[in-house]
């Protein structure tokens, strides 16, 4: 295992500045991918410093894992989209600015980097499909502000070249394809492990050794609509009644899944255990016999959900959606299934409840890519090589 060390050469340390709509307690993969982030280029020793938006009940600053946490009041809010225009008078004396996007109102960041020639990164993690007025406004905000803060970028990054080639940035960012690369999201690979199961969580959740558990890990709030817990709702309703179900996850929408799970017949099969301690996540992980991510829309580009469950040796199911196609190898580590199709999500479900070898083959080739290829101790220090290069350009 790859340790974290800091640098030898202080003269190479960053002082670098992370920007995320959301962030935790927030529970999001956004959110989750820029705490590793800054977690590891605070363990290497930079100097990084998180701005989001306030939380109610959050503190406005604070010092977590060697990084700082600044929570700013938005002007105008909506959704999971917040106007700061305070965020610019704190970005001063950065060597790199990384934005997480989409941040609707968090621009303020580029007027920064275009000001102060500070340079600019931007993770694209997806693109948001939203209808009526408000998708009206994001359209128009896309090809306006958003393709004006994309094409300042030094690099922008895709968690795959599969989804930038289907998503709105490929348009945007026309003839500035010199700045577009490659960076999945990652997982902490010491965190998320194979271990048994201790006999109490088996006890609440599985009534028997019979008993086969799929696993959904999901917001349920509006901004995360597309995850696809109606699909897993509907699929559970078409298998023998030995597959029970467990959603870890909580939001607004949490009481119109658990109404229409008991409209499925459903009610005593799926348990709502809404949102677990960090350390907790793993057990679901480990406990279950499949996780699942039967995604609906473009607006999952990459599935974190699915390195988490394969860094844990549990196999994944998931919609054959640009992006997150490429986490899973189809036969290998799991399964790929047709998005919005109850039925293929149970077949596929079925394929592997039925089949036990087939289930351990694919628990262990997941843990073993995880490791090679999605580990945090690995992606941070690839990400330093492209600030240093960024830095270069200015």
Not at 104 to 131: E, F, N
Request: with cysteine; net charge neutral; aromatic share 10%.
């Amino acid at each position: 295992m790859v340790l974290w060390a800091a640098e030898d050469n202080e003269d190479s340390l960053m002082k670098i500045a992370h920007i995320s709509i959301t962030f935790p307690p927030y529970m999001g993969g956004t959110g989750n991918v820029c705490f590793n982030l800054v977690k590891g280029l605070a363990r290497l020793g930079h100097e990084a410093h998180v701005f989001t938006r306030m939380l109610e009940g959050a503190s406005p600053a604070e010092m977590m894992d060697g990084f700082f946490i600044h929570r700013l009041r938005p002007l105008v809010a909506y959704g999971n989209a917040a106007f700061i225009p305070s965020l610019l008078n704190h970005l001063v004396g950065f060597d790199v600015i990384h934005l997480h996007y989409p941040f609707y109102g968090g621009d303020s960041a580029i007027l920064a980097g275009r000001v102060r020639s500070i340079p600019l990164v931007i993770t694209y993690h997806q693109d948001v499909l939203l209808k009526g007025m408000v998708g009206f406004c994001e359209k128009l905000l896309r090809f306006t502000l958003g393709k004006f803060v994309l094409r300042s970028a030094q690099r922008v990054l895709f968690t795959s070249l599969d989804y930038y080639q289907s998503s709105y940035a490929r348009v945007l960012l026309r003839d500035r394809e010199w700045t577009i690369g490659e960076f999945p999201n990652g997982v902490d690979v010491e965190r998320f492990h194979p271990k048994k199961q201790g006999q109490g969580m088996k006890n609440r959740y599985k009534s028997s050794e019979a008993q086969f558990l799929v696993l959904l890990v999901a917001g349920l709030d509006r901004p995360h609509y597309f995850k696809g817990v109606d699909i897993f709702i509907q699929s559970l309703a078409q298998l023998p009644g030995d597959v029970s179900g467990i959603v870890v996850g909580d939001g607004e929408m949490r009481l119109e899944y658990e109404k229409l799970s008991v409209a499925y017949g459903m009610g005593e099969r799926i348990s709502f255990v809404g949102r677990v301690l960090d350390h907790e996540l793993p057990d679901f992980y480990a406990l279950a016999d499949v996780t699942v991510l039967p995604s609906t829309t473009r607006g999952e580009a990459f599935g974190l959900v699915l390195i988490e469950s394969m860094a844990c040796g549990t196999p994944v199911i998931a919609s054959k959606l640009p992006g997150v196609r490429t986490v899973v190898d189809a036969g290998e580590d799991g399964l790929l299934i047709q998005p919005n199709d109850p039925r293929d999500l149970a077949e596929k479900i079925l394929v592997l409840k039925n089949d036990e070898c087939l289930r351990q083959s694919m628990g262990e080739k997941g843990r073993e890519k995880v490791a090679a290829r999605y580990a945090w101790q690995k992606l941070v220090p690839d990400l330093i090589e492209i600030y240093e290069e960024v830095r270069k350009q200015k």
